[in-house]
């Protein structure tokens, strides 16, 4: 089935694919997405890659480094971040060193997950339950989420849920396959980071942004710019299946969409979205988005027939409603949930 499809991957700082580029998979470059809230670059990596646009390189060398060789990862989503000071705030005196309030971004509200504008209840697959158990249990226990719900989300703090953080600009290298971010920082990320007792080692540091003290001490700080990855074996976009450990699920027959295309209709696209956003306000800062489309719905030179790209806007919230950020009152319900969980325990298992 999935030799019938076609990927296309595309980013916006919104919900709707009017506000999104498309990215070039394995290529170097770097996308830039820049809005109010933070100045953003970004690189997505698919190993064995044969989506759109026409002509993307099928590999990347980032995937011949390690640890992403010996891991054999499937997919990257590295990003460069730097938040922006609201409009109307204004900068504390002194240095850095002398204030005693670092301003910026709890790491307690910076969140990075999947979300949904619709139900996906009824295309959840048989055994869902034991893949998200494993998913907690053995990849990112720091997940929170209802996938049941009408408006279903699966997020986590981005401290506890990137495989690598660096406190810093980190590097652009070619050779590496683009934006490359190590565990650590420069020597203002380093020292913020000893000051806040994060581990250098970035599993000891998942493990410790577990906690909710930890998060509180963390800031992603204002005008100061980040990196971070995010990667792992387990997605296999090329067959559209999940393979976890004891577990394998064929996406495809699953993936958000409907079935079969009914004549003269356009079949709504398949897609799985990964959101960078503020728990507290509900605001997305980055939303990446992979979309299936059937092979028939995109021409030769790689773009879009206007009935399949009329079907995305529709279904990534480029039309009416959907894909809005929470309203309030939705926001302080979830907030209120989660703050719940928190203090019902956390799971301190080691992160693999």
Do not use: C
């Not at 820049?34 to 002509?55: A, S």
């Not at 996906?120 to 720091?142: E, Q």
């Not at 700080?221 to 976009?237: A, H, L, M, Q, R």
């Amino acid at each position: 089935m999935a030799d019938h499809y076609i990927i296309r991957v595309t980013a916006g700082h919104t919900y709707d694919l009017d506000d999104h580029v498309e990215v070039p998979v394995n290529r170097p470059d770097a996308t830039r997405i820049t809005h109010e809230h933070m100045d953003i670059e970004l690189n997505v990596r698919i190993r064995d890659y044969r989506g759109l646009p026409r002509g993307s390189p099928s590999h990347s060398p980032y995937f011949d480094q390690e640890p992403h060789a010996n891991n054999k990862d499937q997919y990257s989503i590295a990003i460069r971040f730097t938040p922006k000071r609201p409009e109307g705030t204004g900068s504390s005196s002194g240095s850095d060193e002398e204030k005693e309030e670092v301003e910026g971004i709890s790491a307690a509200d910076l969140q990075f997950g999947n979300d949904f504008d619709h139900p996906i209840r009824d295309r959840l697959p048989p055994g869902f339950g034991t893949a998200m158990n494993i998913v907690k249990w053995w990849i990112d226990p720091g997940l929170e989420g209802d996938a049941y719900a009408d408006m279903p989300y699966l997020y986590g703090p981005a401290l506890s849920s990137f495989n690598a953080v660096h406190a810093g600009a980190g590097h652009h290298d070619e050779e590496k396959g683009g934006l490359w971010f190590e565990e650590g920082g420069d020597d203002h990320g380093v020292r913020r980071r000893r000051d806040w007792g994060a581990p250098d080692d970035a599993k000891a540091r998942m493990k410790w942004a577990l906690r909710a003290e930890n998060k509180e001490k963390w800031v992603w700080e204002y005008g100061k710019t980040y990196g971070v990855d995010f990667y792992n074996p387990y997605v296999d976009f090329n067959e559209f299946a999940l393979r976890l450990p004891g577990f394998h699920l064929p996406i495809i027959k699953y993936w958000d969409g409907q079935g079969l295309r009914q004549e003269h209709q356009p079949k709504r696209s398949h897609q799985l979205r990964y959101v960078l956003r503020n728990r507290a306000t509900g605001q997305p800062y980055l939303v990446v988005l992979f979309t299936l489309y059937l092979k028939e719905d995109v021409n030769e030179d790689g773009t879009l027939k206007p009935a399949a790209l009329q079907a995305t806007k529709k279904a990534s919230g480029g039309e009416g409603e959907k894909g809005k950020p929470m309203e309030k009152d939705d926001m302080e319900a979830f907030v209120k949930d989660s703050d719940r969980e928190k203090a019902n325990g956390t799971n301190d298992d080691d992160v693999d």
